[in-house]
């Protein structure tokens, strides 16, 4: 078990893990009203922080939540007063940092805030010590399962990151209770969609294929960087739309995301995937994504 | 504007509604994963409470949330605290009241939260003066639109009534952007399912035709109210699936929940309903609903 977080930080200070912060009436407790990001920090450097902040302004525009043109850098302060306070930044200092931006505390009622009834969004940063995957369950991979959740593509939040993440919840408990380790998404045609915290690569043949745009999903900043990553080392990035049949046949599939990099799915509801085991463009990705973390380098191990 | 709150009951204890309440970790900000009920209480009495209590209940046992079996009753006495710290539990208080319920506060990272890893439930009742909806709106009737988002009836969450609600908001926000009061979403299939915060009715001829429970929506108190009264009161009530045409084409339509009662509807999109002016069925409706929630009679003023 890790250790727990001593700091978060909120709207601008460091305060104490355990105290109170919010307001009942924060508008992220009442309605998932907000956005977020996750990403990885090692040495105290965050990884891809650009993007994750430019993510994190479109969902807050998709929303309509107002963020000061200045909240990049009061951001990346918060990030880096919060490592320092944690230990996180020191060089071998690993942290999962969550920034979570909400419409704010509204003390009157309904889904509508008139103007000026809001002060300012609540902006957290959170960080916690990336304890690494387990060795073993790197060894046998992730068995993934069908959520019966499903996505909608023409969905007009689809590509925002926002709070309201129940059916993510719903989803993961569902592969809980499977005895899985994560659950799919599909999309309401029956499309491989996203899994719960990370997006979905097959390998098959000299090809890495990952559901395209249009499947509703988030552009994760690890997916983006993996398709250059397959260019760069032999394989021939393909963005698609991908059957649950495509996913089950493919000879290596894995998941990714920021915080846990490139993990292999060796199974996925009844079916093996390959042989069962992570394949070896699974391994060299998830290699390769690590030591780019570690120290920003782009190049792959071959 | 109403007054603002000066209280709020949290976890068991009325607070100041202007302190901080609640853990920045608190899964009902980070995630959106809690279940909310909103009611009516006038002269301090709760209107259908026990119906809202299931249905909370029911709402926590789908996303898994555990809320312990006295729960209830220690609602049931917030709400007793709130509405009297308020000045609303007098014979004429007209009152909103919000029951949330989150996960808790959880200070691990993740969606999955491990066995025993919380303490309990976040429990939050808000209650608010009702401010009569204003007569020259009540005279024009509502204008609505339809939402880009839409409603897939197979979701497994679509009976909860989850704090995930950045879908709802959006809408709200497509609807204030349209020059509209309010949206109707439809499902992925196109049929009529339901308002942002509202169940949607039709009158044609003497039929009150109002979206099934297979078209995406949250059996409202209200809703199931009103199709009692319908019985009574000479309308043949009619649960089916409705084409945005056959909303456009009703004789007559309107919205409604728990605490705004019933709302006319003159226009849907670019159609007026019926003769632009709210109908008759409609005028006796709300005022039966109103006499019901002053008095408790089910009534109808024939």
């Given at each position: 078990m890790p250790s727990e977080p001593r700091h978060v930080w909120v709207d601008g200070a460091l305060a104490d893990a355990d105290a109170r912060h919010l307001s009942a009436f924060d508008r992220g407790f009442q309605l998932g009203d907000g956005v977020f990001e996750t990403l990885r920090a090692r040495g105290g450097r965050s990884t891809e922080l650009d993007q994750h902040l430019a993510r994190l302004r479109a969902s807050a525009d998709g929303l309509g939540i107002a963020l000061p043109p200045t909240a990049e850098d009061t951001i990346t302060r918060g990030i880096d007063a919060l490592l320092k306070a944690e230990g996180?930044?020191?060089?071998d200092g690993d942290a999962a940092v969550r920034i979570t931006v909400s419409r704010g505390p509204f003390l009157g009622r309904g889904l509508l805030v008139p103007p000026g009834a809001i002060d300012g969004a609540t902006v957290v940063v959170q960080a916690w010590p990336v304890?690494?995957?387990p060795a073993e369950l790197i060894e046998r991979g992730l068995h993934v399962v069908t959520s019966a959740v499903r996505r909608?593509?023409?969905?007009?939040?689809?590509?925002l990151k926002t709070t309201s993440r129940a059916d993510h919840v719903y989803a993961r408990i569902e592969a809980h209770k499977a005895g899985a380790d994560d659950a799919v998404f599909l999309t309401i045609d029956g499309y491989v969609s996203e899994a719960t915290t990370a997006n979905v690569f097959c390998v098959r043949g000299t090809r890495l294929e990952t559901p395209s745009?249009?499947?509703?999903?988030l552009a994760g900043t690890t997916r983006d960087w993996l398709l250059g990553w397959a260019g760069r080392s032999g394989l021939e990035p393909i963005e698609t739309r991908l059957l649950p049949g495509d996913l089950a046949t493919a000879d290596e599939a894995f998941l990714s995301s920021s915080v846990a990099g490139v993990l292999p799915v060796t199974r996925y509801d009844a079916h093996t995937i390959g042989d069962g085991k992570p394949g070896q463009w699974t391994k060299r990705a998830r290699a390769d994504r690590e030591a780019f973390i570690r120290d920003g380098s782009g190049a792959t191990t071959t």
């Open positions: 996180l930044a020191t060089p304890t690494s995957v909608d593509p023409s969905s007009p939040l689809g590509a745009l249009d499947c509703g999903i």
